[in-house]
C-alpha cells in the first residue's frame, strides 16, 4: 500500500535534516535498493552479533560520509543514553 515507502522515504529525510552523514541497516537489498542503500561500503563493518553480511547495507546522505569506514557498530544518541540509564 506504499507505506513502507513512505516511512523510509520520511526516515530519510528527518536524517538527512538531522545532518547524518549515512543510515546503515540490515535488510533484503532487494527491497532498500529502490531507496539507494548498497553493500558497497559496509564490507568492512560488522554488527555486534551475528548477521548475514550481504544485508548490512547503507546509504551515504554525505558523499564520501563512510569512506574508509570499518569496525564493530554501536549504538550512539539520546535516546541509547536514556536506554543505557533504564537498563
Ligand atoms: C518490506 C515492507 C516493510 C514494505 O512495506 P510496504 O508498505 O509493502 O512497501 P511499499 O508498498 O512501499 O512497497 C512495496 C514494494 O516493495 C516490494 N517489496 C516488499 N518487500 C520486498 C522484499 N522483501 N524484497 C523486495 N521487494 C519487496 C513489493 O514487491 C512492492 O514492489 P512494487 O513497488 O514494485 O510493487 C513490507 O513488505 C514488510 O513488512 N515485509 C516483511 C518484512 C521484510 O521483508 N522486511 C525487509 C527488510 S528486513
Do not use: N, W
Amino acid at each position: 500500500m506504499g507505506i513502507g515507502s513512505a516511512l523510509m522515504k520520511d526516515a530519510i529525510a528527518r536524517a538527512r535534516a538531522l545532518g547524518h552523514g549515512a543510515i546503515i541497516l540490515v535488510g533484503d537489498p532487494e527491497y532498500y535498493a529502490r531507496f539507494g542503500f548498497t553493500a558497497e561500503k559496509t564490507a568492512a563493518l560488522a554488527m555486534p552479533g551475528p548477521f548475514e553480511k550481504h544485508r548490512l547495507l547503507a546509504l551515504e546522505l554525505r558523499d564520501g560520509a563512510l569512506d574508509g569506514a570499518s569496525g564493530v557498530l554501536r549504538a550512539t544518541g539520546a535516546k541509547c543514553q536514556v536506554l543505557r540509564r533504564a537498563a
